[in-house]
């Protein structure tokens, strides 16, 4: 059983930073797939990047590839991910969630968090 709680979401100007966080519980957090997905008003959810347990692999969606990174720390079980250079169309609830399997498809995570909401202005 593993349980994510999200934060770091809020309001945010075109062009500016915002630091998610995901705090996970569980003895086993370095043997999971950690993801960020991403739910716009209107739209289905999305993948938004992926981490290994070692953190040695990531992925990430086209729309956000060279502004957004993903990060965990095994000892603070914690997931981060870091947006930069953020458009009004980054605005979502953000998700954390947790899987046994390196995959983009929201389908393969049993474990989510209730989500963060990040709103971005033009």
């Known amino acids: 059983q593993v349980q994510l709680v999200e934060s770091g979401g809020e309001l945010v100007q075109a062009g500016g930073s915002l630091r998610l966080s995901c705090a996970a519980s569980?003895?086993?957090?370095?043997?999971?797939?950690m993801g960020w997905f991403r739910q716009a008003p209107g739209k289905e959810r999305e993948f938004v990047a992926i981490?290994?347990?070692?953190?040695?692999?990531?992925s990430y969606a086209d729309s956000v590839k060279g502004r957004f990174t993903i990060s965990r720390d095994i000892v603070k079980n914690t997931v981060t991910l870091q947006m930069n250079s953020l458009k009004p169309e980054d605005t979502a609830v953000y998700y954390c969630?947790?899987?046994?399997?390196?995959?983009?498809?929201?389908?393969?995570?049993?474990?989510w968090g209730q989500g963060t909401q990040v709103t971005v202005s033009s």
């Open positions: 969630a947790a899987g046994p399997s390196f995959d983009t498809l929201d389908s393969r995570y049993p474990y």
């Open positions: 569980g003895r086993t957090f370095g043997t999971w797939v």
């Open positions: 981490i290994s347990g070692s953190g040695a692999m990531t």
